[in-house]
């Protein structure tokens, strides 16, 4: 009995895993008196995975370290982050 009660909380475990599918974002923000600008990468909740969306999740994210966005580039999953990284520097999954 027990050994099947584990069997399906793994199963459970496994599906839920599963179902939640890595999503980021990378994006151009600025700040203003000077200017300054940067390019940076974010995690965002699944929920979010569309451009309007993440514009929407990141755009408070910023604005709460003074930052205000400017664009959303892209939206990808966890195999876009490698190559992404070195540009982003700072601002690499930093929010």
């Known amino acids: 009995m027990i050994k099947k009660l584990g069997a399906a909380a793994l199963l459970v475990l496994a599906f839920a895993g599963a179902a939640h599918a890595d999503c980021y974002a990378d994006y151009k923000a600025k700040r203003d008196d000077p200017l300054r600008l ?37 939206v990808f999953g966890p195999e876009g982050l490698a190559e992404r990284k070195a540009n982003a520097g700072a601002y690499f999954l930093s929010l």
Do not use: E, F, M
Not at 48 to 57: E, L, Y
């Open 38 to 74: 940067h390019y940076g990468v974010v995690a965002l909740p699944q929920s979010a995975c569309s451009a309007d969306a993440a514009a929407r999740a990141i755009a408070p994210r910023l604005a709460q370290k003074g930052w205000t966005l400017l664009n959303v580039l892209s």
